[in-house]
């Protein structure tokens, strides 16, 4: 099984609100990563987490705030988005993360709408 | 540092067809892996092949092929006997062994939109 899931599909959100995107994945993966993508533009990495500790932190703005709080869990955390913060948000993992022949595996994303 | 060029932003195949996508990258390693992802309308980007460099042989995956020349810094992928399904943006990534945090990113190009016509 090679799925990662993630919710929810579509989120629709005000730059008021507090939010939370989800991930999951239970291949034994222990790398997980969140990829913010554009319209027509490559995936974005944002964060990557290795054994459930952040190991990237790509200068994302402070409004986004990722968690790992298991191995097969990742969440990203939002709070006073702006508009420009409207994408796709995709959630991957790998077996061990710093190895390069590591495939990443990608969940479907979650539509994000800020308004 | 590492960058991926994808020099067709669209192309299109007859059903039944060959295609051939192209992708250069730049990068002073001597060793890496490339890949080619391919994300469909629906959203799931996909993997369709790799490739390591250090290895001669050039990967294969049932009608999925890549060109990689290692030298001209290559790496191209054909696609066989196209299908409806192949439909999609596919992306050329590169990763490396660089310390410093660099080894878990991918370098993706631009990406390549391919429209299959029945």
């Known amino acids: 099984d090679t799925e990662v899931t993630q919710t929810p599909k579509h989120l629709v959100m005000g730059m008021t609100n507090k939010k939370s995107l989800k991930c999951e994945q239970h291949?034994?993966?222990?790398?997980m990563y969140w990829y913010k993508q554009k319209a027509k533009k490559p995936p974005e990495l944002m964060f990557v987490y290795s054994y459930e500790k952040l190991s990237i932190n790509e200068s994302v703005p402070s409004r986004f705030s990722p968690e790992c709080p298991n191995s097969s869990l990742l969440n990203l955390h939002l709070h006073a988005l702006q508009p420009e913060d409207s994408a796709l948000y995709l959630c991957?993992?790998?077996?061990?993360?710093?190895?390069?022949?590591?495939?990443?595996?990608f969940g479907p994303g979650t539509r994000l709408t800020v308004l | 540092a590492q960058t991926v060029t994808q020099s067709q932003p669209e192309m299109s195949v007859q059903e039944a067809e060959t295609v051939t996508l192209s992708c250069t990258y730049d990068t002073s390693e001597s060793d890496y892996y490339l890949f080619w992802y391919k994300q469909p309308p629906s959203r799931q980007m996909i993997l369709v092949i790799r490739q390591e460099a250090y290895k001669q042989q050039n990967a294969t995956e049932n009608r999925f092929s890549v060109n990689f020349q290692k030298a001209a810094k290559s790496f191209s992928l054909k696609i066989s006997d196209s299908q409806l399904g192949d439909a999609a943006m596919y992306f050329c990534a590169y990763r490396g062994f660089n310390s410093g945090g660099s080894n878990y990113k991918l370098t993706f190009g631009k990406g390549t939109l391919l429209t299959v016509n029945p």
């Open positions: 991957a993992s790998s077996q061990r993360g710093g190895t390069p022949g590591d495939t990443q595996y």
């Open positions: 291949m034994g993966h222990r790398a």
